[in-house]
């Protein structure tokens, strides 16, 4: 009885995961990517203009 209720779960989890399951997780995998990158060119342009700032 278990045995069944437990394939009948997987199979259920199984079709959940279709294209746009994958489409969330790609996306939230470029995502992370991109964020921790994006915070990098802030500061490094941050940091242009204000050498930039105190050279004029």
Do not use: I, K, Y
């Not at 997987?10 to 746009?20: F, I, K, V």
């Not at 470029?30 to 060119?41: E, G, Q």
């Not at 204000?50 to 050279?55: F, K, N, R, S, T």
Request: aromatic content about 6%; glycine content about 6%.
């Amino acid at each position: 009885m278990e045995l069944s209720a437990l394939v009948d779960h997987l199979d259920h989890c199984q079709g959940s995961r279709g294209r746009l399951f994958a489409l969330s997780c790609a996306a939230e995998a470029t995502n992370s990517f991109l964020a921790a990158r994006f915070v990098t060119t802030v500061v490094a342009v941050a940091l242009l203009m204000g050498v930039a700032a105190l050279l004029t």
